[in-house]
């Protein structure tokens, strides 16, 4: 019988590459997102791989089309085995002068929307006593980058959300794990990088650190890599709680684990180009 997966922010990028990957291996795609022209093409892409799907335009943060899709999912395949939380947004700038609104959207889209999406479907994993969680994370989960305060702060909220809820469910045959990527070259980070006013004291460093940042994305690990790596962990029958897909964030983590505050600090901002 075919495995059921549903990924979230499905159409582009990482989870865009797992869903093609997976559905080679027979497994049925269900996923959503809110581009619907990707959507379109991907379901172009999923039927000439003969492969069963069920893909809707929906955004995480409307909590009754969510449920509907879980409705939806479970009433057409039966179960579903896993499901991949990977929506989120970026957040780039000066913690000083951040728009707290905005920045409660990125919450709400990068927490909140996770939470939601796991909620709605960890109930008919209980029931059936077995089934897979996995969240993406972030290098920032752990190590915080300057001027990424409030995507630092969702990462690190999303790392105890999921350390939390694996010892709840693991008795129910869950199993629970976090792919902690640092940079993937996609026009991710694109998205979020704005530049404060020239007036702005954080403005220079700002500058170099995006500078620098787009230079690490343009030899990055790319959205098939990662995704390759992501599907290892996706079928793997014990996977470990924490997975890096790419060389930086495994460098950084084991940096963080055992170097002392201070040589850590000098190690982050020489990387980044923003020594004062």
């Known amino acids: 019988m075919s495995k059921v997966i549903v990924i979230s922010g499905i159409a582009q990028g990482m989870g865009r590459e797992v869903s093609l990957m997976l559905a080679t291996e027979g497994y049925t795609i269900c996923g959503f997102d809110i581009e ?35 409705d939806t999912v479970l009433k057409k395949f ?33 927490v ?13 994993m209980r029931v059936a006593k077995k089934g897979k969680i996995i969240v993406m994370s972030s290098l920032v989960g752990q190590v915080p ?27 129910f045959g869950i199993q629970v794990a976090m792919i902690q990527p640092a940079q ?7 998205k ?13 460093r ?16 790319n959205p ?13 029958n014990k996977p470990k709680l924490f997975n890096q897909v790419d060389f930086m964030s495994t460098f950084f983590l084991g940096l963080n684990r055992f170097l002392p505050q201070k040589i850590k600090d000098k190690i982050l901002l020489n990387h980044m180009n923003i020594n004062i």
Do not use: W
């Open 224 to 236: 098939k890599q990662a995704a390759e790596r992501i599907v290892k962990v996706i079928v793997s």
């Open 112 to 124: 909140m929307g996770c939470a939601r999406l796991l909620q709605a479907f960890l109930p008919s």
């Open 184 to 190: 993937v070259s996609t026009n991710f980070a694109a």
């Open 192 to 204: 979020a990088q704005k530049l404060p006013e020239k007036e702005s004291p954080y403005y220079d």
């Open 36 to 70: 619907k022209k990707y959507l379109d093409s991907l379901s172009d892409e999923l039927s000439k791989l003969n492969a069963k799907f069920h893909l809707e335009p929906l955004s995480i943060t409307d909590s009754d089309k969510l449920i509907k899709f879980k």
């Open 206 to 221: 700002c500058v170099r650190f995006i500078n620098r940042d787009n230079d690490l994305i343009r030899t990055a690990t």
């Open 145 to 171: 980058f300057p001027f990424e305060s409030i995507y630092s702060a969702t990462k690190f909220a999303i790392e105890g959300m999921v350390s939390s809820l694996r010892y709840e469910v693991t008795p």
């Open 78 to 110: 039966g179960n579903v085995d896993t499901v991949v939380s990977n929506v989120g947004i970026g957040f780039f700038g000066p913690f000083e002068e951040v728009d707290l609104n905005k920045a409660l959207q990125c919450f709400d889209i990068n």
